[in-house]
């Protein structure tokens, strides 16, 4: 056994959530070391949509640029067909507006882009590797843990020499996915269903295959058959690389027994050449964690939630699960937070990951057509049932695939770090953003000098913003946060417009950009707020 090494944060698994952790720790100088059982490779696509509020983190990160250039490209559109093949009849259109590209948006200064983990991961290990307070080590796998009153002992073995070593850590983070040995050791119950279904995914390669059909270029293909939705053609990179998921009501469990030729040409209409990638059986679930924090151990990511694809949701869960720890991880290092600041991570995360599987499933369900025996007819009949399903695809399936309220409208409320402010909650929509400062609430995008976003103010410590009459005073606030030693600054916003937008003359934002208080004076007892906000109301 080789001596012990030590950080104040290990991050078990180096897979998007805890590579993006990486990146949050190191942007915030944290030091951290991440272990890896793999080489880092990613040889078969899985998760393909980093919606704006993952693109909000990486542009904190300073990596929004070089995803946006790994994703598809920026005229690719997003559009999502149904269809009986590519070159059958085309039963239903879905168009994003608010995905892709470069263009303005007035809920983000980004958009959500479609960059597969092929893609992604790599520029989030390229960033992580940058940053100096990380350490990243591949071909290392955690075996087990004790905790101590201090801290983590964890025990590592190094996959090329067969090595063991221990790494001692104030706090460990397991990242490590839908079979987390961490979780396993810890015995945390499950809620949720263990299996939705088998589905395969076939990964092959052909050249602008828009060019044999009369689709055109879209991004996600839905396959209708006779015995109702049987499998989904994605676009990965735009270009010559796809994905068939065969996702019926069969059960696949050995690729071997697939005929992939069949399965390709039943899809396009056609036989067409192509080259096979890879070929991947794996397990549809609907699982939470019903617990995300041991002591001074954290669940999070897949290890923590694990979503059906449908809607894009856990990649990007996983990703908001970072946002709202990393910031607490520094704050309790530093010392400036209170002791229940930590717990709050799963009273504010536990509820948004139930939300947003639960949505992935009934999103799944809703995708089951009913079979049709006369959809693949020119007859009356088979126009009738086309449009039938038309119908109900429109309007039942559209929010899998347009859901700006999940990916920027969920608040953290209730919160034992927010302050309510006794106002009604805005009601939650699976599709539309509202822009809101209600307390625990994203705080909204505003373009500002030189082109800027608010949200580029917010990251490091709180962020007091303020609009509208220069009289309010940000003062009590300031004083009573250096008084705890919390970070803090304040601007002022004028105009008009953000005076609206921001609804409360002052508005105090975390570090991961949710509204922490609002008022329309500076309040009566500002300890009180600043000691709520950091975790030590009753302090
Ligand atoms: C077919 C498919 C399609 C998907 N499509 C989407 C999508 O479109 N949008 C979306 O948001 N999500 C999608 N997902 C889900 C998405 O891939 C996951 O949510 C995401 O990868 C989770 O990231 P993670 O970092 O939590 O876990 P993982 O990506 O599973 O990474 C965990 C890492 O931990 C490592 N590890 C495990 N045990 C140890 C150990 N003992 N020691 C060291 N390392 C360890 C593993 O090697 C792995 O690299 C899809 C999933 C599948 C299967």
């Given at each position: 056994?080789?001596?012990?090494?030590?950080?104040?944060v290990?991050?078990?698994?180096?897979?998007?959530?805890?590579?993006?952790?990486?990146?949050?720790?190191?942007?915030?100088?944290?030091?951290?070391?991440?272990?890896?059982?793999?080489?880092?490779?990613?040889?078969?696509?899985?998760a393909?949509?980093e919606?704006?509020?993952t693109?909000?983190?990486?542009?904190?990160?300073?990596?929004?640029?070089?995803?946006?250039?790994?994703?598809?490209?920026?005229?690719?559109?997003?559009t999502?067909?149904?269809?009986?093949?590519?070159?059958?009849?085309?039963?239903?259109?879905?168009?994003?507006?608010?995905?892709?590209?470069?263009?303005?948006?007035?809920?983000?200064?980004?958009?959500?882009?479609?960059?597969?983990?092929?893609?992604?991961?790599?520029?989030?290990?390229?960033?992580a590797?940058?940053?100096?307070?990380?350490?990243?080590?591949?071909?290392?796998?955690?075996e087990?843990?004790?905790?101590?009153?201090?801290?983590?002992?964890?025990?590592?073995v190094?996959?090329?020499?067969?090595?063991?070593?221990?790494?001692?850590?104030?706090?460990?983070?397991a990242?490590?996915g839908?079979?987390?040995?961490?979780?396993?050791?810890?015995?945390v119950?499950?809620?949720?269903?263990?299996s939705?279904?088998y589905p395969?995914?076939i990964?092959?390669?052909t050249?602008?295959?828009?060019?044999?059909?009369?689709?055109g270029?879209?991004?996600?293909?839905?396959?209708?058959?006779?015995?109702g939705?049987w499998?989904?053609?994605?676009?990965?990179?735009?270009?010559?690389?796809?994905?068939?998921?065969?996702?019926?009501?069969t059960t696949?469990?050995?690729?071997?027994?697939?005929?992939?030729?069949?399965?390709?040409?039943?899809?396009?209409?056609?036989?067409?050449?192509?080259?096979?990638m890879?070929?991947q059986?794996?397990?549809?679930?609907?699982?939470v964690?019903?617990?995300f924090?041991?002591?001074?151990?954290?669940?999070?990511?897949?290890?923590?939630?694990?979503?059906?694809?449908?809607g894009?949701?856990?990649?990007?869960?996983?990703?908001?699960?970072?946002?709202?720890?990393g910031w607490?991880?520094e704050?309790?290092?530093?010392?400036?937070a209170?002791?229940?600041?930590?717990?709050?991570?799963?009273?504010?995360?536990?509820?948004?990951?139930?939300?947003?599987v639960?949505?992935?499933?009934a999103?799944?369900r809703?995708?089951?057509?009913?079979?049709?025996?006369?959809?693949?007819?020119?007859?009356?009949?088979?126009?009738?049932?086309?449009?039938?399903?038309?119908?109900y695809?429109?309007?039942?399936t559209?929010r899998?695939?347009?859901?700006?309220?999940?990916a920027?409208g969920y608040?953290?409320?209730?919160?034992?770090?927010v302050?309510?402010?006794?106002?009604?909650?805005?009601?939650?929509?699976?599709?539309?953003?509202?822009?809101?400062?209600?307390?625990?609430?994203?705080?909204p995008h505003?373009?500002?000098?030189?082109?800027r976003?608010?949200?580029?103010?917010?990251?490091?410590?709180?962020?007091?913003?303020?609009?509208?009459?220069?009289?309010?005073?940000t003062?009590?606030?300031?004083?009573?946060?250096?008084?705890?030693?919390?970070?803090?600054?304040?601007?002022?916003?004028?105009?008009?417009?953000?005076?609206?937008?921001?609804?409360r003359?002052?508005?105090?934002?975390?570090?991961?950009?949710?509204v922490?208080?609002?008022?329309?004076?500076?309040?009566?007892?500002?300890?009180?707020i600043?000691?709520?906000?950091r975790?030590a109301?009753?302090?």
């Amino acid at each position: 056994m080789q001596q012990s090494k030590s950080a104040p944060v290990l991050i078990v698994g180096g897979g998007p959530v805890g590579l993006g952790l990486a990146c949050d720790l190191g942007w915030r100088g944290v030091e951290c070391i991440l272990v890896e059982q793999t080489d880092g490779e990613i040889s078969h696509p899985r998760a393909n949509v980093e919606n704006a509020r993952t693109m909000e983190m990486c542009r904190r990160w300073g990596i929004a640029e070089a995803v946006k250039k790994a994703a598809t490209p920026a005229d690719y559109p997003h559009t999502v067909v149904y269809v009986t093949s590519m070159r059958g009849y085309e039963i239903a259109r879905i168009d994003r507006p608010t995905h892709g590209g470069n263009a303005a948006s007035p809920a983000s200064p980004e958009r959500t882009q479609r960059c597969n983990q092929l893609w992604f991961d790599p520029v989030l290990k390229q960033r992580a590797a940058s940053l100096q307070s990380v350490t990243l080590r591949y071909r290392t796998r955690l075996e087990g843990f004790t905790e101590t009153a201090e801290g983590v002992v964890a025990t590592m073995v190094d996959l090329m020499s067969g090595e063991r070593e221990t790494i001692e850590a104030r706090y460990m983070v397991a990242c490590c996915g839908g079979r987390s040995p961490v979780r396993g050791q810890l015995g945390v119950p499950l809620e949720g269903e263990l299996s939705l279904g088998y589905p395969i995914n076939i990964f092959f390669k052909t050249p602008e295959l828009w060019t044999r059909h009369d689709k055109g270029k879209t991004a996600m293909n839905f396959l209708v058959g006779p015995e109702g939705l049987w499998g989904n053609l994605t676009a990965l990179d735009g270009r010559e690389l796809w994905r068939l998921t065969l996702q019926g009501t069969t059960t696949y469990r050995d690729p071997s027994t697939v005929d992939v030729a069949r399965e390709i040409s039943r899809a396009i209409g056609c036989e067409i050449p192509f080259e096979l990638m890879s070929c991947q059986s794996w397990v549809r679930r609907d699982m939470v964690a019903s617990k995300f924090r041991y002591g001074r151990v954290f669940l999070a990511g897949d290890a923590a939630h694990q979503h059906s694809p449908a809607g894009g949701f856990g990649l990007n869960t996983g990703m908001g699960d970072v946002f709202d720890l990393g910031w607490k991880l520094e704050a309790t290092l530093a010392g400036w937070a209170g002791s229940s600041l930590l717990d709050s991570y799963e009273i504010e995360r536990l509820p948004v990951a139930r939300r947003n599987v639960g949505e992935a499933t009934a999103s799944f369900r809703r995708q089951a057509l009913q079979g049709t025996h006369a959809i693949l007819e020119a007859s009356a009949e088979g126009a009738m049932e086309r449009a039938q399903i038309k119908d109900y695809v429109i309007a039942e399936t559209t929010r899998q695939f347009v859901s700006d309220g999940i990916a920027l409208g969920y608040a953290y409320a209730p919160s034992p770090i927010v302050c309510a402010d006794g106002t009604e909650a805005p009601v939650f929509d699976v599709q539309r953003y509202t822009p809101t400062t209600y307390p625990g609430a994203r705080a909204p995008h505003a373009v500002i000098d030189g082109g800027r976003s608010t949200l580029d103010l917010f990251g490091r410590g709180f962020v007091l913003i303020k609009t509208g009459s220069a009289l309010v005073d940000t003062k009590p606030l300031l004083a009573a946060a250096r008084q705890r030693g919390v970070p803090m600054t304040a601007y002022h916003l004028p105009g008009l417009e953000i005076a609206e937008l921001y609804q409360r003359p002052l508005v105090l934002v975390r570090p991961d950009g949710h509204v922490a208080w609002r008022g329309e004076t500076a309040p009566a007892d500002p300890l009180a707020i600043i000691d709520r906000i950091r975790g030590a109301a009753g302090a």
